[in-house]
């Protein structure tokens, strides 16, 4: 049965730093990790749950990512945010019942 886990932390910083997961109801699907555009200052990965919606219907698992804004954090913390919630996905999705990442 396909799922959808939300609020996930992938790091210790509130909800800029947590993500969602879009699980589709089969064994051994392919992750997707997707972050909103804002230009590192606006948005968050609830803006985007459309996005998904749809790769969960295609099959896919999909990690909705947020991440600290500008200007009160400045760059890099956006992008170390980034690798964070990919290092969480990487890390996790196996047990979710995706394949095993590289």
């Not at 990965?45 to 790769?55: A, C, D, L, W, Y």
């Not at 999909?62 to 991440?67: E, I, Q, T, V, Y």
């Not at 990919?86 to 995706?98: D, L, P, R, S, Y």
Request: proline residues 4%; glycine residues 14%.
């Amino acid at each position: 049965m396909a799922a959808v886990e939300k609020d996930l932390p992938y790091a210790d910083g509130g909800d800029q730093q947590m993500l969602d997961l879009y699980l589709p109801d089969k064994k051994g699907f392919t992750t997707v990790v997707f972050t909103y555009g804002g230009g590192w200052h606006s948005g968050s990965r609830k803006s985007v749950k459309q996005i998904g919606e749809q790769m969960q219907s295609l099959g896919y698992g999909c990690a909705l990512l947020s991440h600290r804004l500008g200007p009160k954090d400045k760059f890099p913390a956006q992008a170390e945010d980034v690798a964070a919630g990919f290092a969480w996905v990487k890390k996790n999705i196996e047990a979710k019942g995706a394949t095993r990442s590289g």
